[in-house]
């Protein structure tokens, strides 16, 4: 029997996470306890290399526990064998990065089908079209990276983030590389369809007026919550 409470989307019990760089071991996460409740939008802050990025992606499965458990509605994600977890990842998890990270070679339309074709999911072009109009890129669909602007770019990686329609949205920076203007529209935008979707949003900042959006906001100091 779970004792979490119902809305509980995530969980961390004592979370240690190691990197290991080619001379040393780093410890970026030292012990994290977090309840994340679903449909609420939640900020990380904290200065530059506190961890925010790996707590971002240890939730997201892309990075791997030390020591510590991870639930994903009551269901452990620490132990997961790499295909499971790559699954846990695409039908659960939208990732919005600083740096777009779209693939050069593939069109506005086929990145935002990319993690469906990753999971050999059903694409239904229709559907990315619809979404590629809702970030505003009706007219950019057959258009490649290169030839987009930089607010175009993470327009594309936030439809490709909401493809599979996930319940926890990460966004890591995501208007880090962006202009006053765009970023306006971005987070406005991130807002906006984490409503719409009914998902769960975690966004790492160091704005503080955008941690101020959120429900609520942890601040990491050197691998814990302060
Ligand atoms: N691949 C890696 N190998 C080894 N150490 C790493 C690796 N990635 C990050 N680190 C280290 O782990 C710590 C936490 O890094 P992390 O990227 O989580 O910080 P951050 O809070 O996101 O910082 P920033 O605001 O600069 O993005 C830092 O000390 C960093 O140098
Ligand atoms: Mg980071």
């Known amino acids: 029997m779970s004792i979490m409470k119902q809305n509980t989307i995530i969980k961390l019990e004592n979370v240690h996470v190691n990197l290991k760089s080619n001379v040393e071991t780093i410890k970026a996460l030292k012990g994290i306890n977090l309840n994340i409740l679903a449909n609420r939008s939640i900020s ?39 295909d499971e977890l790559a ?14 990270n779209l693939l050069p070679s593939m069109t506005a339309l086929e990145n935002v089908n990319l993690p469906l074709e990753i999971s050999r999911d059903f694409i239904d072009d229709k559907k990315s079209i619809k979404l590629l109009e809702t970030v505003g890129l009706k007219n950019r669909v057959s258009h490649y990276p290169h030839e987009l602007s930089g607010g175009e770019q993470q327009r594309v990686a936030i ?42 949003l975690i966004l790492v900042t160091h704005d503080k007026s955008l941690a101020d959006l959120c429900d609520e906001t942890i601040t990491l100091d050197n691998g814990l919550i302060i």
């Open 159 to 200: 439809a490709r983030s909401l493809i599979s329609s996930p319940e926890i949205l990460i966004a890591d920076e995501p208007t880090g590389n962006l202009d006053k203007k765009n970023s306006k529209e971005v987070i406005e935008l991130i807002f906006q369809l984490q409503k719409n979707h009914k998902s769960t």
């Open 44 to 82: 990380i802050m904290g200065h530059s290399g506190a961890g925010k990025s790996t707590l971002a992606m240890t939730i997201a499965g892309l990075e791997s526990v030390t020591e510590g458990k991870v639930f994903y509605k009551g269901k452990a994600i620490h132990d997961l064998k790499e």
């Open 87 to 100: 699954d846990y990842r695409s039908k659960n998890v939208g990732i919005i990065f600083q740096s777009f």
